[in-house]
């Protein structure tokens, strides 16, 4: 079986959230997949994982996804932080400059960990653009690169165009009676 990701492309944090997605009712979980999530690893610049890497990965999703659902709640946040705690960023000095470091407990926490800390960049830099889909039943999110920053859906062609044809049927029902 084939998974087509319905959004690609997001900053790691957002991408790492929207492994999971709605399709026809049912929730489709991108790491359920052996193949595909390797495909997904490769494809954001990430190395394969172990199972404990593919757990972190699972902690991690749903810790930002619960802070981006809830950015004030304090148990949210304590996950995310959680993830966090595995690693630290330590600035080097070198002869060529400085670089940063990430310094982890263990080694199978680096994509979480990176995913997590992602997060910290965007809330920083980015939070007011941060978006999740406007579509009722869509559970993805975007950082909305738009001039204006009035993007409202993952995708147009799925729900933008989804949600454009439910109020379409629902005007010609209203007119038909």
């Known amino acids: 079986m084939e998974l087509q990701r319905p959004v690609q492309g997001e900053p790691l944090a957002l991408d790492l959230v929207n492994t999971e997605w709605n399709e026809r009712g049912q929730r489709i979980?991108?790491?359920?997949?052996?193949a595909a999530h390797r495909a997904w690893l490769c494809s954001v610049g990430l190395s394969a994982v172990s199972d404990p890497g593919l757990r972190a990965l699972r902690q991690a999703r749903?810790?930002?996804r619960d802070v981006l659902e809830h950015p004030h709640d304090p148990s949210a946040l304590a996950a995310v932080n959680g993830v966090l705690s595995h690693g630290i960023?330590?600035?080097v000095v070198t002869p060529s400059g400085v670089k940063?470091?990430?310094e982890?407990?263990?080694?199978?926490?680096?994509?979480?960990?990176?995913?997590?800390?992602?997060l910290t960049t965007l809330l920083r830099t980015k939070s007011e653009r941060?978006?999740?889909c406007a579509h009722p039943e869509?559970?993805?999110y975007f950082l909305d690169i738009t001039r204006q920053g009035t993007r409202r859906w993952c995708s147009m062609s799925t729900c933008g165009n989804r949600s454009k044809s439910q109020r379409h049927y629902r005007?010609?029902?209203k007119k038909r009676e």
């Open 29 to 34: 979980d991108l790491f359920d997949h052996p």
């Open 62 to 64: 749903t810790a930002i």
């Open 89 to 91: 960023l330590r600035l």
């Open 100 to 102: 940063q470091q990430v």
């Open 104 to 118: 982890l407990d263990a080694e199978h926490w680096r994509a979480a960990w990176q995913a997590a800390e992602n």
């Open 130 to 132: 941060i978006r999740r």
């Open 138 to 140: 869509c559970i993805l």
């Open 171 to 173: 005007r010609r029902g």
